[in-house]
């Protein structure tokens, strides 16, 4: 069974920091380009920062400069350092899994995210 497991969220202050993890199970992570996305309350998905499963990154204009995406394939974990945060930033942060191949998905279920003093 694939799961996609999301943590590290919670409520910070503006300027604060967080980083989330997505554990994954069941797939050869090394396999899979790896994306995180956030969905503000009452706003569409929006791609945030993606790494390719050969390493190669990409951000939203939104968050370069302040978002660090990485991946430790051996232990199965993709991470989102999140520096400089802003109210803003407050989303449900979901990460995703893309097949190099076969271009199959899997969704994790989301880490809230709440940037307020």
């Known amino acids: 069974q694939v799961q996609l497991v999301e943590s590290g969220g919670g409520l910070v202050q503006p300027g604060g920091s967080l980083r989330l993890s997505c554990a994954a199970s069941?797939?050869?992570?090394?396999?899979?380009?790896m994306q995180w996305y956030r969905q503000p309350p009452g706003k569409q998905r929006e791609l945030v920062a993606q790494?390719?499963?050969?390493?190669?990154?990409n951000y939203a204009d939104s968050v370069k400069g302040r978002f660090t995406i990485s991946r430790d394939n051996a232990k199965m974990t993709v991470y989102l350092q999140m520096n400089s945060l802003k109210p803003e930033d407050t989303a449900a942060y979901l990460c995703k899994g893309i097949h190099y191949r076969t271009a199959y998905t899997y969704w994790g279920q989301g880490t809230q995210v709440t940037v307020s003093s």
């Open positions: 069941g797939i050869i992570l090394s396999n899979y380009h």
């Open positions: 790494i390719s499963n050969g390493g190669n990154t």
